[in-house]
T-cell receptor, first 112, second 108 residues
Framework: DAGVIQSPRHEVTEMGQEVTLRCKPI?????LFWYRQTMMRGLELLIY????????DSGMPEDRFSAKMPNASFSTLKIQPSEPRDSAVYFC??????????FGDGTRLSIL | QKEVEQDPGPLSVPEGAIVSLNCTYS??????FMWYRQYSRKGPELLMY????GNKEDGRFTAQVDKSSKYISLFIRDSQPSDSATYLC????????FGAGTRLTVKP
């Protein structure tokens, strides 16, 4: 049974470039979450979707961040333009209803 | 005050020790309580999931919830080096909240 799949696993890019992170949730899950994890701030919820509709994006740091979910099996998190302070590990998670969330292995993002 | 408080450690114990990990919370609306284990360079993995106050056991792991005190615990018996990881508590009503995570090292 495939879990949450994220790509790429690692991304290194220069400041100012556009970054796109991808996520495939577990089939049948109706919730999808994007998190950012840093040593200083721990795990922070950025945005979540229910049935492909964004429900709460209050955790998105600023307008440089955007997320989409065009269908039930795919979501993207985009940063444009990227800045060094965006360097972190970004996780995608999915769940069914009120059940616990299942996480992918994350994308380790480094902005130089 | 954070909604969920968790001592970040680090915690180091010898192999075979009993480990106790704890979280406190302030929001009495939380109904579901979880423990996740996160290995280095991996995503958090669900370890235990409980709904009500009391104990839930799964092998060497026991999750304990005390809603009256707003306190949850995870006990690991006969700890193994493979248990070395960061453990995050999480709780949920409509929104999920995570603790900061406790880094555990079990030394052989």
């Amino acid at each position: 049974d495939a879990g949450v799949i994220q790509s790429p696993r690692h991304e290194v890019t220069e400041m100012g470039q556009e970054v796109t992170l991808r996520c495939k949730p577990i089939s049948g899950h109706d919730y999808l979450f994007w998190y950012r994890q840093t040593m200083m701030r721990g795990l922070e919820l950025l945005i979540y979707f229910n049935n492909n509709v964004p429900i709460d994006d209050s955790g998105m740091p600023e307008d440089r961040f955007s997320a989409k979910m065009p269908n039930a099996s795919f979501s993207t998190l985009k940063i444009q333009p990227s800045e060094p302070r965006d360097s972190a590990v970004y996780f995608c998670a999915s769940s069914s209803g009120n059940q616990p969330q299942h996480f992918g292995d994350g994308t380790r993002l480094s902005i130089l | 005050q954070k909604e969920v408080e968790q001592d970040p450690g680090p915690l180091s114990v010898p192999e075979g020790a009993i480990v106790s990990l704890n979280c406190t919370y302030s929001n009495s609306a939380f109904q579901y309580f979880m423990w996740y284990r996160q290995y280095s360079r991996k995503g958090p993995e669900l370890l235990m999931y409980t709904y009500s106050s009391g104990n839930k056991e799964d092998g060497r792991f026991t999750a304990q919830v005390d809603k009256s005190s707003k306190y949850i615990s995870l006990f690991i018996r006969d700890s193994q080096p493979s248990d070395s990881a960061t453990y995050l508590c999480a709780m949920n009503n409509n929104d999920m909240r995570f603790g900061a995570g406790t880094r555990l090292t079990v030394k052989p």
